[in-house]
């Protein structure tokens, strides 16, 4: 039987692994089973080790949006706001990465730019600030190395989950008030608890990245689905203005209704009989936005195959 030899050295891997007794005893047929069982796992760690692992840090600059109650579209141009981030990205290999997203933004929402006369009419605006942390997995389309010119460029995509922080606001006046803790729908004298301000999401979208010399850039968009339909602080229904008084205060009655018409919301829906108006759809959760250009670079590299897995390769 023919001895194994690298591709780049005339010496065999596992020298004399076929001439010794011990080599014979260990190649019986119940080794063979043993082998069979083990093959599918050597061949996974083994493609892993024999392409390009190496770390990467890197940046991202552009912006935000949201999808919800306050906002008709998925993208809407009168709700981009500044939006950034870090991130940290190890390589399995040319195709397969996980990565850690820090990103920061705004998201807002306006009734005045939609095209529904009864949003017009209900009249609720917000903003907020965003804060998450996501681990993801990422996949290259084509085979994709950072600063390497023979593996230059490729679209991806990426998936994952996201921990995020919010916190809804509108101005009554020229004051800027939280608007969880008013509890604008009746939260916390109803029976129903006061929503969190820090959930879950789930992250997915992709871009297309390339090599400038031994810096990779990239141009990203992903839109998260909230765990929550709260970004807005508009969910449900119009809550009783004397019970919301009572409890919560004048200013959480203020703000929960802002509708021009000031329609008494606390009396039956003339056209479904449903105790208090709908204010908004719980059913539908909120979506927030990161896109923008990404720049990053390695900051080690180790190149392993098969006969050197020890020698190491910089960029």
Same mark, same amino acid.
């Given at each position: 039987?023919d001895?194994?030899?690298?591709?780049?050295?005339?010496?065999?891997i596992f020298?004399?692994?076929f001439r010794?007794?011990?080599?014979?005893?260990?190649?019986?047929?119940?080794?063979?089973?043993?082998?069979?069982?083990?093959?599918?796992?050597l061949?996974?760690?083994?493609?892993?080790?024999?392409?390009?692992?190496y770390?990467?840090f890197?940046?991202?600059?552009g912006?935000t949006?949201?999808?919800?109650?306050?906002?008709e579209?998925?993208?809407?141009?009168?709700?981009?706001h500044?939006?950034?981030?870090?991130?940290?990205?190890?390589?399995?290999?040319?195709?397969?990465a996980?990565?850690? +997203?820090?990103?920061f933004?705004k998201?807002?929402? /306006?009734?005045?730019y939609?095209? @529904?006369?009864?949003?017009? =009419?209900?009249? $609720?605006s917000?903003?907020s600030?965003?804060?998450e942390?996501?681990?993801?997995?990422e996949?290259?389309?084509?085979?994709?190395?950072?600063?390497?010119s023979?593996y230059?460029?490729?679209?991806?995509?990426f998936?994952?989950?996201?921990?995020?922080k919010?916190?809804?606001?509108?101005y009554?006046?020229?004051?800027l008030?939280?608007?969880?803790?008013?509890?604008?729908?009746?939260?916390?004298?109803?029976?129903?608890?006061?929503?969190?301000?820090?959930?879950?999401?789930?992250?997915?979208?992709?871009?297309?990245k390339?090599?400038?010399?031994?810096?990779?850039?990239?141009? +990203?968009?992903?839109?998260r689905?909230?765990?929550? /339909?709260?970004?807005d602080?508009? @969910?449900?229904?119009?809550? =009783?203005?004397? $019970?919301?008084l009572a409890?919560?205060?004048?200013?959480?009655?203020l703000?929960?209704?802002?509708?021009?018409?000031?329609?008494?919301t606390?009396?039956?829906?003339p056209?479904t009989?449903?105790?208090?108006?709908?204010r908004?759809?719980?059913q539908?959760?909120?979506?927030?936005?990161?896109?923008g250009?990404?720049?990053?670079?390695r900051?080690?590299?180790m190149?392993k195959?098969?006969?050197?897995?020890?020698?190491?390769?910089?960029?």
């Amino acid at each position: 039987m023919d001895e194994v030899v690298c591709h780049d050295s005339n010496r065999p891997i596992f020298p004399g692994l076929f001439r010794s007794k011990a080599s014979a005893r260990f190649l019986n047929p119940m080794s063979f089973r043993t082998l069979r069982f083990l093959l599918p796992f050597l061949a996974i760690f083994t493609f892993f080790e024999a392409e390009a692992q190496y770390n990467e840090f890197g940046i991202m600059l552009g912006a935000t949006n949201y999808k919800g109650e306050l906002s008709e579209h998925t993208f809407n141009t009168h709700f981009i706001h500044f939006g950034g981030g870090f991130f940290y990205r190890h390589n399995w290999d040319r195709r397969w990465a996980w990565k850690v +997203e820090m990103n920061f933004g705004k998201i807002s929402g /306006d009734d005045a730019y939609s095209s @529904s006369a009864y949003d017009r =009419d209900r009249n $609720l605006s917000f903003e907020s600030s965003i804060f998450e942390v996501s681990p993801q997995i990422e996949f290259n389309f084509f085979a994709y190395e950072t600063g390497r010119s023979d593996y230059p460029w490729t679209p991806y995509v990426f998936f994952g989950l996201s921990i995020f922080k919010f916190n809804p606001k509108a101005y009554l006046g020229n004051q800027l008030y939280e608007l969880q803790p008013l509890g604008t729908e009746g939260q916390g004298y109803n029976g129903e608890k006061k929503y969190k301000r820090l959930t879950f999401s789930l992250p997915m979208g992709g871009g297309f990245k390339f090599n400038v010399g031994r810096i990779g850039v990239g141009i +990203e968009i992903g839109a998260r689905r909230a765990y929550t /339909d709260y970004l807005d602080d508009v @969910s449900t229904l119009y809550p =009783d203005k004397a $019970l919301l008084l009572a409890n919560n205060g004048p200013a959480a009655v203020l703000l929960s209704d802002r509708s021009f018409t000031n329609a008494d919301t606390s009396g039956f829906h003339p056209t479904t009989a449903i105790l208090h108006k709908q204010r908004g759809n719980s059913q539908d959760k909120d979506w927030y936005i990161f896109g923008g250009i990404t720049l990053y670079f390695r900051l080690t590299s180790m190149m392993k195959d098969i006969c050197h897995p020890f020698r190491p390769r910089r960029y």
